[in-house]
């Protein structure tokens, strides 16, 4: 999947056992809860850098969750 769009926090599975703030992308279609390929996926402290961002990229998603394979920063 290509994606484009901001990085924003927000609360991510809201109601469910793996319910917490995350940092997220805000697309038209959905908003998904931001991984890197490898990275921990409750914390990654190189995603906070993406937050206030437009970024664009390429990744799989998984229900909710864009683990991404490649991006950066656009704006």
């Avoid at 793996?18 to 190189?46: C, H, I």
């Amino acid at each position: 999947m290509k994606f484009r769009g901001p990085g924003v926090v927000q609360s991510a599975a809201r109601g469910s056992k793996s319910e917490r703030t995350a940092v997220m992308l805000k697309t038209p279609q959905q908003d998904y809860v931001l991984r890197r390929e490898g990275g921990n996926p409750f914390r990654d402290l190189e995603l906070d850098d993406l937050v206030g961002h437009t970024i664009e990229g390429e990744g799989i998603v998984h229900d909710y969750v864009l683990i991404m394979s490649k991006w950066r920063i656009v704006d």
